[in-house]
Structure formats: C-alpha cells, structure tokens
Nanobody, 125 residues
Framework: VQLVESGGGLVQAGGSLRLSCAASGFTFGEYMIAWFRQAPGKEREGVLCIDERGGSIHYVDSVKGRFTIARDSAKNTVYLLMQSLQPEDTAVYYC???????????????????WGQGAQVTVSS
C-alpha cells in the first residue's frame, strides 16, 4: 500500500489549495480514505473521510463549508479541496486508508492502517 500526497504550499488567508493523494498497491475502490492534519505542537486531527464508494463523507466541524473531499477511481486519487483557508489551517496534511467495507466513516487515526508521508500547508495572515 502506498499513498503519496502532493499539492501543498504557501497560500494567503482566504485562498484555496487542492491536495492530491495518489494511491497504489491496493484495490482503491474497496478502501475508505481520510485526510488528517497535524499542526506544530498539536495532536493529529481527522479532517474528512470518504467511504469506498464515494457516497458518504464525514467532516470535522472546523472545516465544514470550506473543505471537501472527492475521489477519482479512474486515477486512484483522492482530493482535498480547501477554500477560505485561515492561518489555523496551517499543518502537515496526511492521507490515510483503511479496509472497512460498509462501515460508517470515522475520523479516529487508529481506524486507519496506511499513511502517506504528508504535505505541508502554510496559510499566511
């Protein structure tokens, strides 16, 4: 299983970014995918997850209305679309996967078995 994030960078407050998570080494359509983030000095936080069919999405309250997640089965890629970014969104963003077919979404890190290396997102004020 391999997950590779890309698309991080520096953006001004109010701006947008799209992160990509390219997956390989497993049957993409059978796995739930999530995005987590970890800010300096803070614990890792689950941000959004999408089920294996792309039909169910769960959000942490702090990103509702600003972030969304989408998966492209043809490209084995999951996207994190971030709008109205704020300095408090600054963190390393990780994608993660787990094989839990037909299970409700979960933003607990212990629910996921494979992780990418992370992508830095920095939002300046």
């Amino acid at each position: 299983v391999q997950l590779v994030e890309s698309g991080g960078g520096l953006v001004q407050a109010g701006g947008s970014l799209r992160l990509s998570c390219a997956a390989s080494g497993f049957t993409f359509g059978e796995y739930m995918i999530a995005w987590f983030r970890q800010a300096p000095g803070k614990e890792r936080e689950g941000v959004l997850c999408i089920d294996e069919r792309g039909g169910s999405i769960h959000y942490v309250d702090s990103v509702k209305g600003r972030f969304t997640i989408a998966r492209d089965s043809a490209k084995n890629t999951v996207y994190l679309l971030m709008q109205s970014l704020q300095p408090e969104d600054t963190a390393v963003y990780y994608c993660a996967s787990t094989y839990r077919p037909d299970m409700p979404g979960d933003l607990s890190s212990s629910f996921y078995t494979s992780w990418g290396q992370g992508a830095q997102v920095t939002v300046s004020s």
